[in-house]
């Protein structure tokens, strides 16, 4: 069993696999959106780790079923399953109780800020937000609070969750799992012994759209928002 030792286990996947193994990662994926204080959490990462470990993961919980493609399938799936419940439960507080998220005060686990973006980025993406924002850290939290503020139709939300879920759970776990079968395979390469690397690069790809979006996004574009909104 991992313990805590410091503030760096937090963005650490490999930390959260090894502390509670697949029911812990399933909690986190629903927790990132249908509680909103997982924008923090390693989201990517930990899909493409669990991927890397979807094998011990199965076994050590329900048992091997002896073949790694069904292992990383139950993984994915309940992953994408997760992510799907999770988002749903963001559109419907965002449904009944939206407006009051522009009006709560930031704190550790809420920054309004993010709501904002996400708003921005659905206003500008509509229905392709819902899947594209699987891919983007901090956005996937809070698109699904504005999805429901805005009263996005619900068969709508549900296809395009669905859709996006699947397409983020199944093209990372199973990314994770076959590269790291293929480098120890093909050149003898166990990706476990690298995965600080490898967490940098996907948190670093990840975020990229997110940072560019802040440095080049216009100035004033969330203060006209923000007036819009202290107004109604």
């Keep these: 069993?991992?313990?805590?030792?410091?503030?760096?286990?937090?963005?650490?996947?490999?930390?959260?696999?090894?502390?509670?193994?697949?029911?812990?990662?399933?909690?986190?994926?629903?927790?990132?959106?249908?509680?909103?204080?997982?924008?923090?959490?390693?989201?990517?990462?930990?899909?493409?780790?669990?991927?890397?470990?979807?094998?011990?993961?199965?076994?050590?919980?329900?048992?091997?079923?002896?073949?790694?493609?069904?292992?990383?399938?139950?993984?994915?799936?309940?992953?994408a399953t997760a992510a799907i419940i999770g988002n749903e439960l963001g559109y419907w507080i965002g449904y009944k109780t939206g407006p009051a998220f522009y009006k709560r005060e930031d704190s550790l686990l809420f920054k309004k800020k993010y709501l904002y973006q996400a708003h921005d980025f659905f206003e500008k993406h509509g229905r392709l937000a819902v899947i594209m924002a699987r891919f983007l850290p901090i956005v996937r939290t809070f698109v699904p609070i504005v999805a429901g503020i805005v009263q996005m139709d619900k068969k709508k939300f549900l296809f395009d969750n669905i859709l996006g879920a699947v397409l983020w759970s199944f093209s990372l776990v199973f990314a994770g799992h076959y590269l790291d079968q293929l480098f120890l395979t093909q050149f003898?390469?166990?990706?476990?012994?690298?995965?600080?690397?490898?967490?940098?690069?996907?948190?670093?790809?990840?975020?990229?759209?997110v940072i560019l979006k802040i440095i080049f996004g216009k100035p004033n574009e969330r203060t006209d928002a923000e007036e819009d909104n202290q107004s109604h």
């Design 188 to 209: 003898n390469i166990d990706l476990k012994a690298h995965l600080e690397s490898i967490v940098l690069v996907l948190v670093l790809v990840t975020t990229l759209p």
């Design 1 to 79: 069993m991992e313990h805590f030792e410091n503030w760096k286990d937090l963005v650490n996947p490999e930390f959260y696999i090894k502390l509670g193994g697949f029911w812990l990662v399933i909690f986190i994926i629903f927790a990132e959106t249908g509680l909103f204080v997982g924008f923090f959490l390693p989201g990517d990462s930990l899909l493409f780790i669990s991927g890397i470990y979807s094998v011990e993961m199965v076994a050590n919980t329900f048992g091997s079923t002896g073949s790694g493609l069904w292992d990383t399938t139950i993984v994915a799936a309940s992953i």
